[in-house]
């Protein structure tokens, strides 16, 4: 089996990138989506013109799922994992996921663990577990694997009005996992770290209006109109305490209306 890992970056964010890229190795290529309108640093271009392994694409779009979903259509390998800038991956990541996918071949899409710096595990169950509509609300994108073959399958992937870099910037990763589930793919959670990340977080405190707006669109996009809107009165009522104002509360529960497409 052959791996992708497929980086989304932008601006600066290169810089760092191509510090902790991962060491080449066999069967494993890496595409790189630089969102930029700046040119490549001429150190960094001979690092990634002296790998045969790096694909580098600049690309002029602002928002991670664009940048996401552009890389998908780059990837040729069998499995494709998203990958973040500022993630350290484990040594022995390519044997990983691949063993995974062995061990659980009727698996289209598997998710995994990783440590955060001071904090071990963190969130993560050791148990494994199928995936439904719900587990997938917990789920960020570097925990993500998924056989191109099946991804293929699904006509939608990432949502390009949310995420990073959009208005909407949270709560892409568990609709595009929507979309597969309700494609008929089948995914799967396993308690394997691969890799550690920073211990910040961009989704603690409602902060503002699009913060809350992104679950409306997840909860709609993924249960529905009816059922999602119950599901997001209940998830702001239940987290008063996350919202950053008494004002940011209640416009949340008048945007409960608001179409959503």
Known sequence: MTLDMLFSTFDDRIVDLANRLPEQQDSVSIIICHQTDKALPKSIQLVFDSRSDIKYFPLQSKGVTKSRNFAIEQSQSDIIFFCDDD????????????????????????????????????????????????????????????????????????????GAGSKYYLCDEPVFLSRL??????????????GEHPPESSGIELKDINAVVSRLYCFVRIFGGIRGRILYFLFITKNFSRFKTLSLFFKSLLIFMKRVD
């Open 87 to 162: 993630v350290h991956y484990e040594i022995d990541l390519y044997k990983k996921l691949i063993q995974a996918y062995k061990d659980n071949p009727e698996s289209d899409f598997i998710t995994f663990a990783y440590t955060k710096t001071g904090l071990g595990l963190h969130k993560f169950t050791k148990i494994s577990y199928d995936h439904n509509f719900r587990s997938i609300l917990k789920v960020g994108t570097i925990e993500v694997s998924c056989k191109r073959s099946s991804v293929y399958k699904v006509n939608e992937w990432f949502p390009e009005d949310m």
């Open 181 to 194: 589930l309700k494609s008929g793919l089948k995914g799967r959670y396993l308690p394997v770290s691969i």
